[in-house]
């Protein structure tokens, strides 16, 4: 059963910084984009960041110059997101994700992790 597993979530004052990690539990996923959802309360789920298996980024607007994702990690299909600068709308659970790649079958799955959670607050 491939999972996801999150960590790197907690609480932080307006401008202070957060880093979020996240492995998979099988190697394969390196093929796939993998990134970053959150959700607020009563609020739908939006993506904030994604990373393609060549390295390919995209952000939501509301993240983009104070969040950095990466993948770097030669032995693990995982995906790190680096917060700068925290607002208190980023409070949210923050959960982790992977898209299989486009050449896979036609309703691949894709994975979601346990959701961790960021709270900024003074």
């Known amino acids: 059963q491939v999972q996801l597993v999150e960590s790197g979530g907690g609480s932080v004052q307006p401008g202070g910084s957060l880093r979020l990690s996240c492995e998979a539990s099988?190697?394969?996923?390196?093929?796939?984009?993998m990134g970053w959802f959150r959700q607020a309360p009563g609020k739908q789920r939006e993506l904030v960041a994604a990373m393609t298996v060549n390295g390919t980024a995209n952000y939501t607007d509301s993240v983009k110059g104070r969040f950095t994702i990466s993948r770097k990690n030669p032995n693990k299909a995982a995906v790190y997101l680096q917060m700068e600068n925290l607002k208190p709308e980023d409070t949210a659970t923050y959960y982790c994700?992977?898209?299989?790649?486009?050449?896979?079958?036609?309703?691949?799955?894709?994975?979601w992790g346990q959701g961790t959670q960021v709270t900024v607050t003074s």
């Open positions: 994700w992977a898209d299989p790649p486009p050449f896979f079958p036609a309703g691949a799955q894709e994975y």
């Open positions: 099988t190697i394969i996923l390196k093929i796939y984009t």
